[in-house]
């Protein structure tokens, strides 16, 4: 029907072919590009903070408590937690097809049954789900004529507050900067003189520092607010804020210590080749188009710096340059692979209108399954492109089959339109069936669960809209253009040319017939030979597979290198600088390096679980373009490997970065866990265990998640003189942190933000 159809009514064939190639054309430009299917992992996190709390106690007090009670919530697969210094995780990984949004509402009933358990001044447990899409897509560097101060405030104020308002930016952090604070130092000596004390001192400049609404009062027919204005407006102000003594009378603030507008300690270092600089980093909203929201970010700082002469922002790393490169090579195999298609069929056809129809089945098949992408949701990605590639070949299958029959109708006399309409029906239920099986093979993994339908889904749907689109081609295009251009001279097989008397010897199909048909004959003569190397050949074939390595995604080189650094645990920044800084001269020294980008004191390009800690660095290396070095990143890693494993102190990891691999599946090949109740058994297993993995040939870099224990000074408290005091623990602790650490008081309103004004005693 469909063939009798197209045959009579070619016009309305063509003018639906138009239709087709502008909604795809349409189609196609619409489609998200992504580096892969978005991928929701049903993994939950529970985080929760308790400052200065150890992770014995954090484990004791809060971890503890907050399984046992997630242990009841349904379609758990398996629970790990992680206790550490001031901070608690506990991650819950479900059965895939879990309903994540009605799990992350069981989770937070769960929590609210032992919340009024956990310690007061702990955090509220938070529960958020895991994104592997939610880390940084952008690592810029920014730099300006000022000190670094005011390069923080260009980027805070005006950087941040511009990129955060592009649609699709979820936010941007700015790290390497200080932090303003006014500084309160205590003198002890003469705190105590006066018999005052820094939490009755703290009490004072809260309760000084206010602006309070007092009512309404009447004049005349209007009502006015009543305000009680009593904030500090400068510094000096707060220098000479009145201290009220027991005995009577008043102190200046400024007569008890010394107060100071001042930078806070950095918690974060960003360098650029050596150089300080501050780190923006930059993250999308979840599902949004990767290349589209880094394009428009790159627009806006070219506005930026041309509003702005004198800033520099410079690209460390954009997530949107291996998507777009990697798509383009696929794109360009797509097409290498079209063409290559193209010549085999007019090396076996041997005419051009005959290979020009059948050609036309790849582009207009390719841009109807755009159309069918979509309206079932599938984004253009690595996968989807990968299953065109893969398709390209078998488009042209269904259009061999029906033109051949088509052709064998019209060498036996069939005028061409009843040629074309007899040739294509006669065909149409097996190339139908064809297709169907090709589609049975791919169209399952659409109705897999786990990870392997995540990944995979968009593949084979990809290919099933292919494989539809070629055999709609194929059973109304075919035979329309056939009954325009095809004519009994147009293909010449070969197929009579033995019963003409023709020479076999001539041409290359017919030297090809020829062998075929000298081997055939050999094989039909030797009937169990042949069986007997076959089946050779299978057993053969499956001994090869224990030699061939397996991985989830190849390795790539994408010219970059993620080093990981990590000092004794309590080291402090300089320290973790220091060995940064050495880092970075033996990369120097390498000349397939381009530039060093190193952030220290945190945790890499983790998101959320990278941490944050003075004693971790992490540094990204970009490797030169391919065509300027002799070596592959793996070899360069390699050398930075040797080069760097004798410098003293600190554990050092040097990995090859895999976009293929973001998003959850880096890390180590093999994971070992070990469980149990006592934690020295356990650390001295899991240190025998790394001994002996260290001696296996193959493996590098391998590490135990138990870390050493940060050093302590106790002060353990005598109770019955405490008591003499009138003293507690809990106020002897509260007055040691005051002390070294400092307790905000009150917050003060300077250049249009408030900072801390913090409190602490003398060295």
Sequence with gaps: MLSRFAVKRPVTIVMIIMIVMLVGSVSLSLLPIDLLPSIEFPIAVVSTTYSGVGPEEMETLITKPLEDVLTTVENIDSIQSYSMEGSSLVILQFD???????????????????????????????????????????????????????????????????????????????????????EIELAEDKVRGYGLSSDYISQILAGDNMNLPGGEVYKGDKALTVRTLGEYESVNEIKNANIPLMTGGIVK??????VDLVNTERTNIAKFNGTDTLELSIMKQSGVNTVNVSRNVHKEIEKLEKEYPNIVIKTVFDQADFINMAISRMIQSALMGGLLAVLILFLFLRNIRSTVIISLTIPISIIATFILMYFSNVTMNMMTLGGMALGIGMLVDNSIVVLENIFRHRTEGLNIKESSILGANEVSAAVTASTLTTVAVFLPIVFVEGIT??????????????????????LTLIPMMSSKLLTIKNIKFDIHAEEEGENLDKGFLNKIRKVYKRVLKA????????????????????????????????????GQLNIDVSLPTGAELAE?????????????EISDVDYVFSSIGSGGNMGPMGGSSGNIASMIVMLKDPSERDRSTFEVADEVRKLSKDIAGAEIGVSSASMMMAGGFGGGGISVSIRGNDIEILEQISNEIKGIMMQIEGTREVTTSLEEGIPEVHVNI??????????????????????????????????????????????
Excluded: C, W
């Excluded at 973790?576 to 120097?588: M, Q």
């Design 96 to 182: 895939f097809g879990t309903d994540m949004e009605f799990a992350a509402l069981e989770m937070r009933e769960k929590i609210d049954l032992v919340k009024g358990y956990l310690p007061e001044d702990s955090s509220s447990p938070t529960v958020f789900k895991f994104d592997p899409n939610a880390m940084p897509i952008l690592y810029m560097t920014i730099e300006s004529e000022g000190d670094l101060f005011t390069t923080q405030n260009i980027a805070e104020d005006i950087v941040k507050a511009r990129i955060e308002r592009i649609e699709g930016v979820a936010s941007v952090d700015v790290m390497g900067g200080y932090e303003r604070e006014v």
């Design 576 to 588: 973790t600088e220091a060995v940064v800084t050495e880092i970075e001269s033996i990369l120097y």
């Design 523 to 558: 094989g039909l003569r030797h009937r169990i030979i042949v069986v007997v190397l076959s089946i050779a050949i299978f057993f053969a074939s499956a001994a090869s597979l224990v030699t061939v390595g397996s991985s989830f995604f190849p390795s790539t080189d994408e």
């Design 253 to 258: 603030l400024k007569d008890l210590g010394t």
């Design 718 to 763: 005598n109770k019955n003189k405490a008591a003499q005091y009138g003293l507690t623990s809990y106020g002897i602790a509260s007055g040691v942190n005051s002390t070294l650490s400092g307790k905000t008081a009150t917050r003060f309103k300077y250049e249009g933000e408030e900072i801390n004004v913090v409190i602490k005693g003398d060295e």
């Design 453 to 474: 339908s995540t990944i995979f889904r968009e593949l084979a749907m990809t290919i099933t809209f292919a494989l539809i689109s070629s055999l709609g081609v194929a």
